[in-house]
């Protein structure tokens, strides 16, 4: 079973988990709905996290989510967005610096989500894009970057 932290401390938690059951791992990272508390001291937790247990077996769950952005508020949806961003960017680095998988939450921003893979990620590492909901024309944009695909109960919303 593996657990997919949300914040810093889901990841203690999480962790904590994995030292007391043997079959249980995780991965370790910042989710968009938490990227305010995305601080690069935050992120240094995380990574000393990480580096302490072998259950840890990727990073995430991060990404970016579109979903609830305050529409009628634009000077606010793109603070959001900017954070999101930022997060993400950060917890690609770690990923990619780690050698580690990435569990990526894209929910209604799969062109900017495309984006800031295509920038960062070498390809070297296989990754998951986790309960996917975009577009089959995008599934070979991010299989070029050595991304898998895992479909959830979102996709049954529309």
Same mark, same amino acid.
């Given at each position: 079973m593996i657990n997919a932290a949300t914040n810093y401390e889901t990841a203690v938690k999480s962790l904590a988990l994995s030292r007391k059951y043997p079959h249980f791992y995780c991965v370790l990272g910042i989710h968009p709905e938490y990227a305010e508390t995305y601080t690069p001291e935050t992120l240094q937790k995380i990574e000393a996290l990480i580096s302490s247990s072998p259950a840890v077996v990727g990073i995430g769950e991060t990404g970016l989510d579109y979903h609830? $952005? !305050?529409? #009628? #508020? !634009?000077?606010e949806c793109s603070r959001i967005k900017q954070l999101q961003k930022e997060n993400f960017t950060a917890n690609i680095r770690l990923a990619e610096r780690l050698s580690l998988p990435l569990? =990526? +939450? /894209? *929910? #209604?921003? +799969?062109? /900017?989500? $495309?984006?800031l893979l295509r920038e960062t990620v070498t390809g070297k590492t296989e990754h998951v894009l986790h309960c996917y909901s975009g577009s089959a024309e995008l =599934? *070979? #944009?991010f299989t070029a970057l050595n991304f898998s695909f895992s479909v959830g109960g979102v996709l049954t919303f529309k």
């Open positions: 609830y $952005l !305050p529409k #009628d #508020d !634009p000077e569990v =990526v +939450h /894209d *929910r #209604d921003a +799969h062109r /900017d989500t $495309l984006a =599934v *070979r #944009d």
